[in-house]
T-cell receptor, first 112, second 115 residues
Framework: AQRVTQPEKLLSVFKGAPVELKCNYSYSGSPELFWYVQYSRQRLQLLLRHISRESIKGFTADLNKGETSFHLKKPFAQEEDSAMYYCALARFSGAGSYQLTFGKGTKLSVIP | GAVVSQHPSWVICKSGTSVKIECRSLDFQATTMFWYRQFPKQSLMLMATSNEGSKATYEQGVEKDKFLINHASLTLSTLTVTSAHPEDSSFYIC???????????FGEGSRLTVL
């Protein structure tokens, strides 16, 4: 069965400090991983996906199959980064259909 | 980006009544929608996958007769919590598939409080 683990419920960092939100996964197939973010009073939205190898709002995430990890990183935290971050794993069930399994989320708080 | 809207945002009902939550895709057609449930300070738990014109696929442990899902059109899926009890109180969130694999557009969520 697939599983996504985010070990930290809360992460507090000072503005300008580096940020790393941890995510580990368990999946027997070829994993496709995502980070979703929820800002205060807003809905969940996609931040980035590993297959795109993109940097969004300064955040990057590298899939490490050896360590089964997909940590989210940013070199210099900004106050506007304060939000709830969810790591998600896609489970594909054929014919292009899929479901996402979410981790429990990490609340990032950037201290001014 | 695409917009998914839920209604109502918050509903309070008496135990034993049924409550319907609507999920609409406002500017696109959603052949597949997902319903999640979120307990306080916990993750989103996938309840079911709703496919337009066919029966929903429920996740293990989710009661089909308790949580009725209807996806009668390409822009509307509904979740009906039948004979609600206080333990059904939760935050229910719907989402629709985007064009990219793994991309979901989420609704703003509906809070259900059963007295």
């Amino acid at each position: 069965a697939q599983r996504v683990t985010q070990p930290e419920k809360l992460l507090s960092v000072f503005k300008g400090a580096p940020v790393e939100l941890k995510c580990n996964y368990s999946y027997s197939g070829s994993p496709e991983l995502f980070w979703y973010v929820q800002y205060s009073r807003q809905r969940l939205q996609l931040l980035l996906r590993h297959i795109s190898r993109e940097s969004i709002k300064g955040f990057t995430a590298d899939l490490n199959k050896g360590e089964t990890s997909f940590h989210l990183k940013k070199p210099f935290a900004q106050e506007e980064d304060s939000a709830m971050y969810y790591c998600a794993l896609a489970r594909f069930s054929g014919a292009g259909s899929y479901q996402l399994t979410f981790g429990k989320g990490t609340k990032l708080s950037v201290i001014p | 980006g695409a917009v998914v809207s839920q209604h109502p945002s918050w509903v309070i009902c008496k135990s034993g009544t049924s409550v319907k939550i609507e999920c609409r895709s406002l500017d696109f057609q959603a052949t597949t929608m997902f319903w999640y449930r979120q307990f306080p300070k916990q993750s989103l738990m996938l309840m079911a996958t709703s496919n337009e014109g066919s029966k929903a696929t429920y996740e293990q442990g989710v009661e089909k007769d308790k949580f009725l899902i209807n996806h009668a059109s390409l822009t509307l899926s509904t979740l009906t919590v039948t004979s609600a009890h206080p333990e059904d109180s939760s935050f229910y969130i719907c989402s629709a598939r985007g064009l990219q694999p793994g991309e979901l557009f989420f609704g703003e969520g509906s809070r259900l409080t059963v007295l």
